[in-house]
């Protein structure tokens, strides 16, 4: 089941980055979120690490987003797809030993959970070519 634990850290990264955007500043419902999942404590600090590598290094990331997403601006893109673009970038970025092709797959179930199928391919598309430069041998 280790793969649906980290599942659930994406997911709860996810809906902390889109509560983020949504509601800049708002920690304490953060906080509460993290501590209401029953989620195991390595992936807890999993998520964690997740969320801090988008405050960190949210520049580059959005700069990334922005460079592969052809002709759309960032600033049009659905808000829960930015955020689950930002996370999933931020594991590309930051935690190299999870193959891409687990960080697709696993962008692309949140998506279709949360986002819509019609985001699908834009994600995809995004991730890929991201991972081509920043994880390219």
């Known amino acids: 089941m280790p793969q ?3 599942r659930q850290a994406r997911t709860l990264a996810f809906l902390c980055q889109y509560q983020r955007q949504r509601l800049p ?3 304490p419902a953060e906080e509460m979120l ?3 999942t029953r989620i195991k404590p390595k992936n807890l600090e999993f998520a964690q690490n997740l969320l801090a590598t ?6 580059e990331i959005d700069r990334l987003i922005q460079k592969h997403s052809s002709n759309w601006k960032q600033s ?3 808000e829960p797809l930015n955020a ?3 996370v999933s970038i931020a594991e590309l970025l930051a935690v190299e030993e999870v193959d891409d092709k687990v960080v697709f797959n696993e962008a692309i179930e949140i998506c279709r959970a949360y986002v819509g199928e019609k985001s699908i391919k834009l994600l995809n598309g995004i991730l890929h070519a991201v991972s081509q430069e920043v994880r390219s041998d």
């Open 4 to 6: 649906l634990d980290r």
């Open 25 to 27: 500043g708002i920690a």
């Open 34 to 36: 993290m501590s209401s």
């Open 54 to 59: 988008v405050l960190s290094r949210q520049e």
């Open 76 to 78: 049009r893109l659905l």
């Open 84 to 86: 689950l673009l930002r």
